[in-house]
């Protein structure tokens, strides 16, 4: 994999729904769902200006689950309705091992010494959650999560330095890709908008049909209001040591270490809400708690105070 200078353009329609002939989530969609996928070993390297990285998995395994994240009858992962034009699928990847590296490029631009930044971890997952339009299999949210047990890290002072030159080189590449992302979201948003306030519409005069009612209570219950990204760890040691030393004539002028450091987090979680707008509801969030109710008030004040501000100018 390499980094583009400049976005790619949304992918658009499945591949597997154009290849098959169809233009609407169909059965060759259901076939490649339906598939479970045992990789022994797999190499991911990714090239960019400032560095090059590698991820190595071992006996990788990705297969259809249920929303209780459980296998069973491959009928029981997906729920569709047919009201709202949708349809949720679960999936989970689950692996061994995981390996990371990650270097410096040699193009002049880095520091002539630096230090190789790696991580091994033991088995993990990730639970992958999509909702897509049934007519056009377009994907209208989704929800990652990355989920890791024990998680020992020794990291020094020069790997931590180098870190953030590799977050800082791949900065400008997100932030056009945000920028891309924004500014197709609104669409996106508004039909979910619409959709939902048809959906509050009709939930009266639909409760007569019992079927329908069911599946629109089961759908609402798994449903993905956003799409976000969640990390999880259950133990993260953190080991960070002090390796600076300067040479002289190529011998070691300096040869006491400094200090270290250890940071150990206990049920660790990151949550990121892409296109969530300032000032709306969070009660659909993963984590989510009374104390949000507060913020989300001050989250309104704030944004009535600048638009009233944007209305005067």
């Known amino acids: 994999m390499r980094t583009c200078e400049e976005p790619r353009p949304p992918n658009g329609q499945s591949p597997i729904a154009l290849a098959a002939g169809q233009s609407e989530y169909g059965f060759a969609e259901k076939v490649v769902e339906g598939m479970f996928i045992v990789v022994n070993s797999i190499t991911i390297k990714i090239h960019s200006k400032a560095f090059h990285a590698s991820f190595e998995l071992w006996q990788l395994q990705g297969y259809s689950v249920n929303p209780n994240w459980q296998q069973s009858d491959l009928r029981l992962t997906r729920i569709t309705d047919p009201q709202r034009g949708e349809v949720l699928t679960f999936k989970e990847l689950t692996w061994q091992t995981l390996r990371i590296e990650a270097d410096a490029t040699d193009n002049g631009d880095q520091d002539p010494i630096t230090t190789p930044l790696r991580l091994i ?6 639970q992958i959650s999509l909702k897509r339009r049934t007519k056009d299999c377009n994907v209208m949210a ?11 890290w020794v990291l020094t002072d020069s790997q931590l330095k180098a870190m953030m030159k590799y977050a800082e080189s791949l900065s400008e590449a997100m932030e056009k890709s945000a920028q891309q992302r924004k500014s197709l979201a609104p669409e996106s948003v508004q039909v979910r908008v619409m959709i939902w306030i048809t959906q ?3 939930s009266q005069p639909f409760t007569v049909s019992p079927n329908a009612s069911s599946i629109g209570q089961y759908f609402d219950k798994h449903d993905m209001k956003e799409s976000s990204y969640h990390l999880l760890i259950s133990r993260l040691d953190l080991h960070i040591c002090d390796d600076s030393h300067t040479r ?24 990121y809400y892409p296109f969530h707008r300032a000032g709306d509801a969070c009660k659909h969030w ?5 104390a949000m109710e507060t913020r989300g008030q001050w989250a309104k004040k704030l ?3 600048f638009q009233s501000k944007i209305e005067k100018l």
């Open 121 to 126: 971890t033991n088995q993990g997952r990730i």
């Open 286 to 290: 993963v984590r989510y708690s009374e």
């Open 142 to 152: 989704s929800k990652l999560m990355f989920l890791l047990d024990d998680l020992l």
């Open 303 to 305: 944004v009535g105070e």
């Open 248 to 271: 002289e004539s190529g011998t070691l002028k300096h040869g006491m270490l400094g200090g270290a450091i250890q940071l150990t987090f206990r049920r660790m979680a990151f949550d």
């Open 200 to 202: 509050q519409s009709w």
